[in-house]
C-alpha cells in the first residue's frame, strides 16, 4: 500500500517566494509613486460654467485649452451648491462620502456625518493628504467666498487667507507666489458666481465677469513666471457648478456641467479629454501629481491620460466622446429655453456650430441620428415644434441633444392663461391661496413668470387655463421650478414639487380624455433665483412645454 506521505517544502517555499514578492511589490508601490510637478496651482471660479467660457471673450483660457488638456463637459455633484461642490473638488470624494450636502452645513451643525475624519475631525482633504505624505511641501489656499474656509484643514496650511474681493484675492494670490514659491497653492475667485445671481447666466454681464476672470488667471500664472516657477508648474482651472437664470442649486446640465482644464509641466498639449471626469477627479489628479497615495475613503480617480507618458483610456465600444453642442437660435435667455413664443409670425430655426462637425436634426422631438437630416440652411416654422440637434464629429464623436421648443400661436383664437399674483413674507411651501387676496390679475399667453412684470423679492402666483385634449390616453406632465410648484388637473393634484430648492423637475401622470382639461399651475418664490416650466407629452406627443396654441381662456 502506497502511502501519501505530506511533503511540506514546496508549500514553504511557495510561501517564501509569495512573502518576497510580496514585500517587493508593496515596497515597489510605495516607492514607484511617481512625482510629477513640484508645484501645482488649483484656479476654481465659482459659478463658471463652459458656456461662460464658450461666449465670453477669455484668450488666457484659449490658450490653457490649446496648450494643455481639456474637457468643458466634466461633472459636479448634487445638489449644485457651492459648499457641496467645493469640498467634492478639495476631497477626492462625493456628498455621500464627506457629507458636506448643502451650504447650511457647519462642522458643528449637519445632518449626515463623514465617513471618516482625519485632520480637524473633517474628511481628509489634499491639504491633509499632502501634510501626511509630504509634510515639507508648503501650501496656501487663498479664497474669495469665507464660507470656503470652513471645508478645509486651515490649521495645517502654511498661508490662509481670505480676500475680500477678486482683486485683492488674485493679488494675495500673486504676492505669495512671488515671495513664497508655494508647491500647491489653491486659489478661488467668486464674482462670476455673483454676476450669474445678479444678472443672470448667459448675459452679457456675466460674460464679462467671465472675461475678468480670464484676465485674474493669466496674472497669476504670469506671476508664476515672474517667480522662476513656470517651467515646473502645473495649473488646474476649473468651477464648482454652473447656473442657469439667477440661480444654481438644480439638476439642469447648465447647473452641473462644469469645465475641467489641465495645463503646464508634462501635461499633453490640444488634447481634449475623452473620459468622463468629475469634481472629485480633482484632488486625484493633484494628489497623483505629487505621487501621493490617496486615502481609501476617496472615490476620485486622476485624470491620468493628459499626463505625456501615459496612453488614453480604453473606452466601451458604445462610450460616446463629447464635442460642443450646437446652439439653437434663437438662443436659450435666461430661463426661456431655446426657440420661444411666436405670436401672430412664423419662427425661423437657425442652428450654429463648429465647422469640424456635422449637425443633424429633427423636427418631431427625436432623438437626431446618423440617419436623419443634416442642417445647412434656416428653416421657417409655422407651427408649434420641438427641434433636436446633435452634432457627431469623427468616430465616436458626438454632442449632447441641443432642444428648441418653438410655440406659434395667433391672437385670435382664444387662446391664454390666467393668473393672479400676489407677495408675503416667511413663505417655506406654497401659500394658501385661499387666505390671500391677489395684488394683481391678468392673462398671458403661457405658463411662465416672465409674463408678470414688477415682482417682488418673494410672491407666489397661481395660473388656470384650459388644455386641449385632442386623444384619449395618459399624459405624464412636469414642473420644472425655482422654488415651489403644484400641477392640477380637473381640480386632481398630479404634480407636487413644493419647498424651498433649485430648478428641480418633478413628473406626475394622469389618464384624460378627449376635450379640454381645467390645468392650473400654482408657484412661489422663497427668494432669490426662480424659474417655472410645464412640460408635457400623451400620445403622439414628445416631451415639449406645453404649447400656447393648446391653453385657452375659456372652455367652449
Request: charge should be negative.
Amino acid at each position: 500500500m502506497k502511502l501519501n506521505v505530506y511533503n511540506p517544502a514546496p508549500l514553504l517555499f511557495s510561501l517564501t517566494s509569495a512573502i518576497f514578492l510580496y514585500a517587493c511589490t508593496n515596497g515597489s508601490n510605495q516607492t514607484t509613486l511617481k512625482q510629477r510637478t513640484s508645484h501645482l496651482i488649483v484656479i476654481g471660479v465659482d459659478g463658471m460654467s463652459p458656456d461662460g467660457i464658450i461666449n465670453a471673450e477669455t484668450p488666457v483660457m484659449d490658450q490653457l485649452i490649446k496648450e494643455g488638456s481639456h474637457t468643458l463637459n466634466a461633472r459636479g455633484v448634487l445638489p449644485t451648491s457651492s459648499s457641496t461642490n467645493w469640498a467634492s473638488m478639495v476631497s477626492g470624494a462625493g456628498p455621500e462620502q464627506h457629507g458636506i450636502t448643502s451650504n447650511g452645513w457647519e462642522r458643528d451643525d449637519h445632518t449626515l456625518p463623514a465617513v471618516t475624519t482625519g485632520r480637524e475631525k473633517i474628511f481628509p482633504t489634499i491639504f491633509s493628504v499632502i501634510k501626511n505624505q509630504k509634510p515639507d511641501l508648503k501650501m496656501a489656499a487663498i479664497y474669495d467666498w469665507g464660507g470656503f474656509g470652513r471645508l478645509i484643514e486651515r490649521s495645517i496650511l502654511d498661508y490662509d487667507r481670505n480676500g475680500e474681493d477678486e482683486d485683492i484675492t488674485a493679488k494675495l494670490a500673486i504676492d505669495y507666489i512671488k515671495s513664497e514659491q508655494p508647491h500647491f497653492l489653491f486659489v478661488h475667485l467668486d464674482h462670476v458666481d455673483h454676476a450669474g445671481h445678479h444678472y443672470g447666466h448667459k448675459t452679457s454681464d456675466y460674460y464679462k465677469s467671465v472675461t475678468k476672470a480670464d484676465k485674474l488667471i493669466g496674472e497669476i500664472i504670469q506671476a508664476s513666471k515672474d517667480a522662476g516657477l513656470f517651467e515646473e508648474t502645473i495649473f488646474i482651472v476649473s468651477a464648482d457648478h454652473g447656473g442657469i437664470g439667477y440661480g444654481h442649486g438644480g439638476e439642469t446640465l447648465d447647473e452641473i456641467e462644469i469645465p475641467f482644464i489641465i495645463y503646464g509641466k508634462g501635461i499633453k498639449k490640444n488634447k481634449r479629454i475623452s473620459q468622463e471626469v468629475y469634481q472629485y477627479d480633482n484632488a486625484a489628479t493633484v494628489a497623483y501629481a505629487f505621487g501621493l497615495k490617496q486615502p481609501y475613503a476617496w472615490i476620485g480617480k486622476p485624470v491620468k491620460s493628459v499626463f505625456e507618458g501615459n496612453p488614453d483610456p480604453v473606452l466601451d465600444k458604445n462610450t460616446v466622446v463629447r464635442v460642443p453642442a450646437p446652439v439653437i437660435i434663437p438662443k436659450p435667455n435666461l430661463y426661456e429655453p431655446a426657440g420661444g413664443l411666436f405670436i401672430d409670425e412664423n419662427a425661423v430655426l437657425k442652428i450654429e456650430s463648429s465647422d469640424e462637425v456635422k449637425v443633424r436634426y429633427t423636427l418631431d422631438g427625436q432623438e437626431p441620428t446618423e440617419n436623419s437630416p443634416v442642417y445647412s440652411d434656416p428653416i421657417t416654422l409655422d407651427k408649434t415644434t420641438v427641434v433636436m440637434a446633435r452634432a457627431f464629429g469623427a468616430g465616436q464623436e458626438t454632442s449632447r441633444t441641443a432642444k428648441a421648443y418653438f410655440r406659434v400661436v395667433h391672437s385670435d383664437n382664444g387662446n391664454g392663461v390666467r393668473y393672479d399674483y400676489f407677495e408675503g413674507t416667511g413663505w417655506h411651501s406654497l401659500p394658501l391661496f385661499e387666505k390671500l387676496k391677489p395684488l394683481k390679475s391678468g392673462s398671458s399667453f403661457q405658463i411662465r413668470i416672465d409674463s408678470i412684470n414688477d415682482r417682488k423679492d418673494q410672491f407666489a402666483i397661481r395660473y388656470s387655463t384650459y388644455l386641449k385634449i385632442e386623444q384619449a390616453g395618459s399624459y405624464k406632465f412636469y414642473l420644472v421650478s425655482d422654488d415651489g410648484s403644484k400641477l392640477f388637473i380637473n381640480n386632481q393634484l398630479i404634480v407636487d414639487n413644493d419647498g424651498g430648492h433649485g430648478a428641480i423637475e418633478r413628473s406626475g401622470t394622469a389618464e384624460l380624455e378627449a376635450g379640454m382639461a381645467l390645468l392650473e399651475v400654482t408657484y412661489f418664490n422663497e427668494g432669490g433665483g426662480y424659474w417655472l416650466d410645464t412640460y408635457y407629452k400623451g400620445p403622439g406627443i414628445p416631451k415639449q412645454i406645453i404649447p400656447a396654441d393648446k391653453l385657452f381662456l375659456n372652455r367652449e
